[in-house]
């Protein structure tokens, strides 16, 4: 039986070949995506033991190398912040809500004013100053609008909980907290939930066009006061709730028994999402509910387990999502240009090192420590959430050099803080406190 062109069952059959055509086409790219990006995790932990013999370089070389690997011609691309946006805050998400959970349980000590007081500083000075300094720049000097060069500044100004663990206090019962680790340890855990306030004042502006009188009042009492408090209570709840259960519910047979590390998981999503169900801020929930759960039975070994697991988890989700941002720079570079590119210059070398030192006056660490809190400002996986957040309430201005920005900052910081940061930390630390490095020593 022949067929003429116009044939319904030749239109048919072509198109069905089509299709298992183009699905053949993505099952194979996908394939190749998932193939190439373990081969870059591999790699990137794998190569610094013949550069350096330590594992600092690992974040910035899965950024370098995602970008490499998938710059290849005929390599299938990753998701386009610019265009897929949702992908990029579910997975930043996840992130770093373990992120701050995991380090909430690490921990060993709350400690006194004193002892709190440089993280005090680095949260209500050093955070909102750096947010004014980058809205100026970028305002000034890269010919950002305000509302713009507002929402970069909330962006980039909260420090990281997921890249910077050479900086931060060791595992739960480690002991030895120095007060270097232990101030940018407890700022990571808070800032990255304090920053949200902001984001929320740049969509606003970006949204309305203006900003009035009444529209800050009402910011300043649901967006800060209320959502942060929310936040806190939320996570305490949710913190001691969860070592009831674990460690005392039943009296017998407590859940802390089993050893299973699945729990911090759990832990983290009755938290983060607890709190975003009365609208209070979920960072902020996971880092207090890592916090208040490390306080009871502190001698338990399970913490070490919830914490462990906790880690293995956020390292896995971090990694993917570095080497899709290496992946994804291609189609970033062409807005980079040097005015934004000047943006992350400035705060990792000026704005965050001066601000941050300037905010420690008088908090009683000697010039050392107090030099090492300011510079080692890691910035990363919440930059990503916040702009993916952004970019998905509100048409921003200039999105793709936004992107550009972020993605050339965290490259930046990956390589400077995360090639570094060991060396400079461990030599710091290493010293014999005496008085004049630990304020809590005199508390």
């Not at 929310?230 to 913190?239: I, S």
């Not at 990503?384 to 993605?407: D, Q, S």
Request: glycine share 10%.
């Amino acid at each position: 039986m022949r067929f003429s062109p116009a044939s319904p069952a030749i239109d048919q059959h072509t198109t069905d070949r089509h299709a298992r055509q183009m699905t053949l086409f993505s099952f194979d790219s996908y394939h190749v995506l998932l193939a190439g990006t373990g081969m870059v995790i591999i790699a990137a932990h794998w190569l610094p033991r013949f550069i350096s013999g330590r594992e600092p370089a690992a974040s910035a070389l899965l950024v370098l190398l995602g970008m490499a690997a998938f710059f290849i011609p005929g390599m299938p691309q990753a998701p386009n912040p610019l265009t897929q946006p949702y992908p990029w805050e579910l997975l930043a998400e996840w992130c770093v809500i373990i992120g701050l959970f995991a380090t909430g349980l690490r921990i060993d000590k709350v400690g006194s004013f004193i002892r709190f007081l440089p993280t005090i500083r680095l949260l209500s000075v050093a955070m909102p100053l750096t947010i004014l300094a980058l809205a100026i720049v970028g305002w000034q000097f890269a010919g950002m609008t305000l509302a713009g060069a507002l929402l970069l500044g909330a962006v980039l100004a909260p420090t990281d909980p997921v890249l910077a663990g050479d900086v931060q206090v060791g595992p739960p019962q480690e002991g030895g907290e120095h007060p270097v680790r232990y101030a940018l340890t407890t700022e990571a855990g808070l800032n990255d939930g304090l920053a949200f306030p902001f984001v929320h004042l740049g969509i606003l502006f970006a949204s309305a066009g203006v900003l009035t009188w009444d529209m800050a009042g009402e910011w300043l009492l649901r967006d800060v006061i209320w959502r942060i408090a929310l936040g806190g209570l939320a996570g305490v709840a949710a913190g001691w709730l969860l070592g009831r259960v674990l460690f005392y519910w039943p009296r017998n047979n407590p859940l802390a028994r089993t050893q299973t590390g699945i729990i911090a998981l759990a832990g983290v999503l009755v938290a983060y999402g607890g709190a975003e169900l009365v609208e209070g801020y979920g960072f902020i929930a996971a880092f207090v509910a890592g916090v208040v759960l490390r306080r009871q039975e502190q001698d338990d070994e399970y913490h070490l387990r919830l914490h462990d697991f906790a880690e293995a988890v956020e390292h896995a989700l971090t990694a993917v999502l570095l080497v899709a941002l290496g992946a994804a720079f291609p189609a970033l570079w062409p807005y980079l240009d040097w005015p934004h590119a000047l943006i992350g210059l400035a705060l990792i070398f000026i704005i965050r090192p001066v601000i941050g030192w300037c905010s420690l006056y008088r908090t009683g660490l000697a010039w050392r420590p107090r030099a090492v809190i300011a510079f080692y400002g890691v910035r990363g996986i919440g930059s990503v959430y916040y702009l993916a957040y952004a970019g998905h309430n509100v048409e921003l201005v200039n999105e793709e050099a936004l992107w550009a920005t972020v993605a050339f900052t965290i490259l930046l910081s990956t390589l400077v803080h995360g090639l570094t940061a060991g060396i400079a930390v461990e030599r710091v630390t290493a010293r014999n406190l005496d008085p004049a490095d630990d304020p809590a020593s005199r508390a």
